[in-house]
């Protein structure tokens, strides 16, 4: 088989840039080591930027999230008891929308069908080869035959766990990594949200985040030990924990019920440079990974499809390579402003074991500072309605 562009992994990295090239006019195959089913069982964040959604408007995927999707001008700092709302929308003129990753991914797998655009699924023993060549190749398996994709470039969009970045030789990678002593315990519920803006809470016992899917559908995360069991946390314990972790206000309001998924997830920043090697381009959490503190990852997945796919088409219709000698520069720099944010707000507002009473304190005056000063809440709200592309 021979196409301009084989895209390593149907995650929204790999199946939005997809649908960008395939605007562009530029074919594309997607190989996904999983079932579609599988990559859509995945719980996972579940707010865009709005240039997020401009790109899902771009590709055509945007409608259902257009109406489904619930659009959100501030969001709320709990410490001390007390609630503070920080206003996006005055200060940034932009908004952000609560759509889950799910149903973005179902999207733009609808467009992607729709177009006729070949997916492999449950493609096995992935292999990019020959990438610091002109003639780069993508090899794997199924049904027990092993095939081979000739191509112009690979896109490695197949997450932290990939074969793409695990390809390069050692010496052309500088990664770099923080990972953080704690996790996140989240559960889905079909209950009202406990109220209409999201709540990130720093408290003696733990942060806490309350966020929704829907107005019927939340989602509920607290910081938890990392060698914790989800059998550890019976739906009692956990509703029992948010509650002392939220304001008595919301406490009081907070509607529990049933877990409909409940699952513990480890707090990481990692950062690979560079994203380009010769002909292989890595995107999304291929390259680097955020904690959620902040909802960046998929963004960044999003604003790295978006470089690469113009990328992409300077080369082929303007004949020029200053795209794809500039991605890597120009990808990183947004990248390295999401993991400074990131990590900011997973700092502000965790119990970290070595903080001590000094650490906890100087949190409470930066919390105390960003919600009374006009500048400093603004600098937060024009990180999280996210960076211009
Ligand atoms: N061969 C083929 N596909 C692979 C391989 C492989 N060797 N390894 C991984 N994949 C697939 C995975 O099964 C997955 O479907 O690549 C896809 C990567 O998707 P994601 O992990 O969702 O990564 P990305 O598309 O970059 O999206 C980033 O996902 O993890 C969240 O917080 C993150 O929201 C962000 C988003
Ligand atoms: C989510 O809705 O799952 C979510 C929202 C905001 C975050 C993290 C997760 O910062």
Same mark, same amino acid.
């Given at each position: 088989?021979?196409?301009?562009?084989?895209?390593?992994?149907?995650?929204?990295?790999?199946?939005?840039?997809?649908?960008?090239?395939?605007?562009?006019?530029?074919?594309?195959?997607?190989?996904?080591?999983?079932?579609?089913?599988?990559?859509?069982?995945?719980?996972?964040?579940?707010?865009?930027?709005?240039?997020?959604?401009?790109?899902?408007?771009?590709?055509?995927?945007?409608?259902?999230?257009?109406?489904?999707?619930?659009?959100?001008?501030?969001?709320?700092?709990?410490?001390?008891?007390?609630?503070?709302?920080?206003?996006?929308?005055?200060?940034?003129?932009?908004?952000?929308?609560?759509?889950?990753?799910?149903?973005?991914? $179902?999207?733009?797998? +609808?467009?992607? =069908?729709?177009?006729? /655009?070949? %997916?492999?699924?449950?493609?096995?023993?992935? @292999?990019?080869?020959?990438?610091?060549?002109?003639?780069?190749?993508?090899?794997?398996?199924?049904?027990?035959?092993?095939?081979?994709?000739?191509?112009?470039?690979?896109?490695?969009?197949?997450?932290?766990?990939?074969?793409?970045?695990?390809?390069?030789?050692?010496?052309?990678?500088?990664?770099?990594?923080?990972?953080?002593?704690?996790?996140?315990?989240?559960?889905?519920?079909?209950?009202?949200?406990?109220?209409?803006? $999201?709540?990130?809470? +720093?408290?003696? =016992?733990?942060?806490? /985040?309350? %966020?929704?899917?829907?107005?019927?559908?939340? @989602?509920?995360?607290?910081?938890?030990?990392?060698?914790?069991?989800?059998?550890?946390?019976?739906?009692?314990?956990?509703?029992?924990?948010?509650?002392?972790?939220?304001?008595?206000?919301?406490?009081?309001?907070?509607?529990?019920?049933?877990?409909?998924?409940?699952?513990?997830?480890?707090?990481?920043?990692?950062?690979?440079?560079?994203?380009?090697?010769?002909?292989?381009?890595?995107?999304?959490?291929?390259?680097?990974?955020?904690?959620?503190?902040?909802?960046?990852?998929?963004?960044?997945?999003?604003?790295?499809?978006?470089?690469?796919?113009?990328?992409?088409?300077?080369?082929?219709?303007?004949?020029?390579?200053?795209?794809?000698?500039?991605?890597?520069?120009?990808?990183?720099?947004?990248?390295?402003?999401?993991?400074?944010?990131?990590?900011?707000?997973?700092?502000?507002?965790?119990?970290?074991?070595?903080?001590?009473?000094?650490?906890?304190?100087?949190?409470?005056?930066?919390?105390?500072?960003?919600?009374?000063?006009?500048?400093?809440?603004?600098?937060?709200?024009?990180?999280?309605?996210?960076?211009?592309?």
């Amino acid at each position: 088989m021979r196409t301009k562009v084989a895209i390593i992994g149907a995650g929204p990295a790999g199946l939005l840039l997809g649908q960008l090239l395939y605007s562009y006019g530029i074919d594309n195959v997607i190989l996904e080591r999983h079932t579609g089913e599988y990559v859509l069982a995945r719980i996972r964040a579940g707010l865009l930027e709005e240039g997020t959604v401009t790109l899902l408007d771009e590709v055509g995927a945007g409608q259902r999230a257009h109406h489904d999707g619930l659009i959100h001008q501030g969001i709320e700092l709990a410490f001390g008891g007390e609630r503070h709302r920080i206003d996006l929308h005055g200060p940034t003129g932009k908004t952000v929308m609560i759509y889950g990753q799910t149903e973005l991914t $179902l999207d733009l797998m +609808n467009a992607r =069908r729709a177009a006729g /655009l070949t %997916t492999i699924y449950e493609a096995d023993h992935v @292999r990019p080869t020959d990438f610091e060549t002109d003639h780069p190749r993508v090899s794997y398996l199924k049904d027990g035959v092993t095939h081979e994709i000739d191509c112009d470039f690979i896109a490695g969009c197949d997450g932290f766990h990939g074969v793409s970045r695990a390809s390069v030789k050692p010496e052309a990678i500088k990664t770099f990594e923080r990972v953080y002593p704690f996790g996140w315990l989240g559960i889905l519920s079909d209950t009202p949200p406990v109220s209409p803006e $999201l709540i990130y809470s +720093n408290h003696d =016992r733990g942060f806490a /985040l309350c %966020t929704m899917r829907s107005t019927k559908r939340s @989602r509920y995360y607290v910081q938890c030990p990392l060698d914790d069991h989800i059998d550890q946390w019976p739906d009692g314990r956990f509703w029992d924990e948010l509650k002392r972790r939220i304001d008595q206000k919301a406490a009081d309001t907070l509607v529990t019920g049933p877990s409909i998924e409940k699952s513990i997830a480890p707090l990481r920043s990692f950062v690979a440079e560079p994203m380009r090697f010769g002909r292989m381009f890595l995107a999304g959490d291929a390259a680097h990974i955020v904690p959620p503190t902040g909802a960046k990852g998929l963004n960044l997945a999003a604003s790295d499809a978006h470089y690469l796919a113009q990328a992409f088409r300077e080369y082929y219709d303007e004949r020029s390579s200053a795209g794809i000698d500039a991605y890597s520069a120009k990808a990183l720099s947004r990248v390295w402003k999401a993991v400074r944010f990131s990590w900011w707000m997973t700092s502000m507002l965790h119990k970290f074991p070595d903080n001590g009473p000094f650490g906890a304190r100087i949190q409470l005056a930066e919390l105390d500072y960003v919600v009374n000063s006009k500048v400093a809440a603004a600098s937060l709200a024009e990180n999280y309605v996210g960076l211009p592309f």
